[in-house]
């Protein structure tokens, strides 16, 4: 689970915190100490009696002995990366490491050596938090009294909204056997709280009875109002040792979003260690046609298409529903005179996962037996031309299709737009 750990140091005081805390890292086997010299910087720089001034990478190598003499003694094995920050991306240049040597945890202190305030996180780890692509660890410089003769997993806070992505994180709990979990539901928004709260209760309820066993025990808590403060707020009242969360949400885990703002708030805000957990997620995405009824689900996302509006008589609908939410959709309008399809719409969130065309793929297998035009953009006419789509002459589209666009008075180019014709089946 958490067998390599990339650590990356600045040798800072946050960083030697960060250090003597990997020892207590269940399952962790190895650590890859990780040093990125910035060559804008110059504080490494020191005269020495009778020598130059001592190089970056010389500094770095004796400065690691600290850290990795603390891992050595816990029975770790440990290698060392220097890096160098290309044009001062101190970020990229830990990613580039991460991305080599493919740890499953990387561990970094909340600010380094250009330290404001230890309870707010760096602009190197929160660059790193939003792009790493495995779980990830923050820790701050000071600990907290009620923690201090604790282990970093021997009380963890749990925030859980239900999702696919927090009920992982519940499984990762149970499969580490953590001495004590506080399991957490922030009921946020109004209407209906009491009914929320209520139900929060019984489902936490069932997570408790699945989690708790010999030695572990568990404790459920709901709490109401703006969920990053009152998960801050937990976890200093309730003395976790850490905080456990997924880096994305119920809200969100469907999007192409690389961290939930949940998670993000939390790792900023958060006093206590905080891992945040990437998702190993197998969506559940279904392409069909919609029933009548819920055209108005179509209609929710076109608001940002031009505010498209469904016609029962005449519109039939295809879409992509991810976890039960409409994400891409494309119609098949009939008119007097031939069917046109439009509407093929993915909101921006949800664009690069080739929705769009399951979403194309399933209309013309639904209606590709007759011939079908559209008004094509012209940076998609080579998408179109996938499905069979081939470019017309204006004139060559039905009359009352064609009149779609008889703002442009023939001007196909400068309206962007390029007439296509799909040949229906032959009898």
Known sequence: MFERVLCATDFSRSSEVTAALIPQIPTVKEVVLTHVIDPADTSYLGWIAGRSPVLPKEAAEAAFTQEKRVLLGA????????????????????LAVAQEVRPSLIVMGARGRNIISDFFLGSVSSGVLERARTHMLITHARVSGDTKERTLFSRVLCPVDFSKPSLQV?????????????????????????????????RLSALQKKLEGPGVRVETLVAG???????????????????????????????NTPIGSTAAGVAKQARRPVCIIFPALDLEIAVRELRKEEFTLAEEVWVHYHQQTADP?????????????????ARCRAHPDGLEVDGVFTPTEYRGRGYAKRTVDAL????????????????????????????????????TIRARFNFAMGDMESANVQPMMRPGKTP
């Open 75 to 94: 029975g770790l094995a440990v290698t060392e990366r220097i890096a160098v920050a290309e044009e001062g991306n101190i970020t990229g240049a830990i």
């Open 364 to 399: 013309v297998a639904a209606c590709g037996n007759e011939t079908l035009y559209m008004h094509s953009t012209l940076e998609l006419v080579g998408f179109y031309g996938s499905f069979g789509f081939v470019s017309i002459p204006e004139n060559d589209l039905p009359p």
């Open 225 to 255: 109002g703006a969920a990053v403060d009152e998960i801050c707020t937990a976890a200093e009242e309730t003395g976790a040792t850490l905080i456990m969360l997924p880096r994305l949400g119920r809200t969100d885990y469907i999007t």
């Open 170 to 202: 519940v499984s990762m709990l149970r499969r580490l056997r953590v001495p004590e979990v506080i399991l957490v539901h922030v009921v946020t928004g109004d209407g209906e709280t009491d009914i929320k709260i209520q139900d929060a209760k019984t």
């Open 313 to 329: 008589a005449t519109d039939r609908i295809f879409g992509v529903f991810v976890e039960g939410s409409l994400v891409s959709v």
